[in-house]
């Protein structure tokens, strides 16, 4: 991981504890013999990012391999997905072949199941506007972001009902394909432009993202208050 800070993972912590319990140390005795400030520690061992060199140095104190406590491109996913909660204003919507075109309609409920080769639009009920990130998991654990991207240019949003793809991209609606499984949206609505330098542009195809993507994202949100994180899930059937 290439990224300026590292958050460690749920097992990681544990050991860390158990590390600390043999050396009889609490966490601000441990803060003071390595000489960081109590707030280092605090969001070390509650799974908050911390500058690299502080998490490879409170690993080294507790003869821990950092490498092996880090969190993984899962780990950061379901760590940013714990900062959030589930939606029912989002999700996808079965498009015809009627509604290939542009044509919409409020849809009555979302579906939780859809067969490979079906097409889909993603739906979701903005209550206040704002700019929004949409990230996939798809069934084998790639992880995209497609808001912003060629399929979402316009990623500043008013309040009410918003479309993806959104009109004028390359496709009226996202073909089904891949294998069987639940795949996962996480949303980010923020009400200040996101100042990450590695997003899509409006031309750009969905980036697939890294661990050093989602540690960003999550430094991010930790870092702006008025962040809110929606995520919903439904299954891939063949």
């Not at 998991?137 to 918003?162: I, M, R, V």
Request: include cysteine; hydrophobic fraction near 40%.
């Amino acid at each position: 991981m290439a990224g300026r800070s590292l958050v460690a993972s749920v097992a990681g912590i544990k050991r860390a504890k158990q590390a600390l319990s043999r050396r009889s140390l609490t966490q601000k005795a441990l803060s003071q013999e390595i000489g960081f400030a109590w707030a280092t520690v605090n969001n070390f061992f509650n799974r908050k990012p911390i500058y690299r060199t502080n998490f490879e140095e409170i690993c080294k104190f507790l003869h821990i391999d950092w490498q092996d406590i880090v969190a993984s491109s899962e780990g950061l996913w379901l760590q940013l997905q714990s900062l959030g909660s589930p939606s029912q204003k989002m999700g996808l919507v079965l498009v015809t072949e009627e509604t290939l075109g542009w044509s919409w309609q409020i849809p009555s409920h979302y579906e939780k199941s859809v067969h490979i080769g079906s097409h889909i639009r993603f739906e979701m009920a903005l209550e206040t506007p704002g700019y929004l990130l949409l990230l996939q998991k798809d069934t084998l654990g790639k992880l995209s972001c497609f808001c912003p991207s060629c399929f979402a240019p316009k990623p500043k949003l008013d309040t009410g009902h918003t479309i993806l793809p959104q009109e004028g991209s390359p496709l009226t609606s996202f073909p089904i394909e891949g294998a069987p499984g639940t795949e996962e949206i996480l949303a980010i609505i923020t009400q200040e432009e996101p100042n990450l330098s590695w997003l899509p542009q409006g031309n750009d195809a969905p980036l697939e993202l890294t661990e050093s993507h989602l540690m960003q994202l999550l430094e991010f949100v930790y870092e702006k208050e008025n962040c809110r994180i929606l995520y919903t899930e439904y299954n891939i059937i063949a």
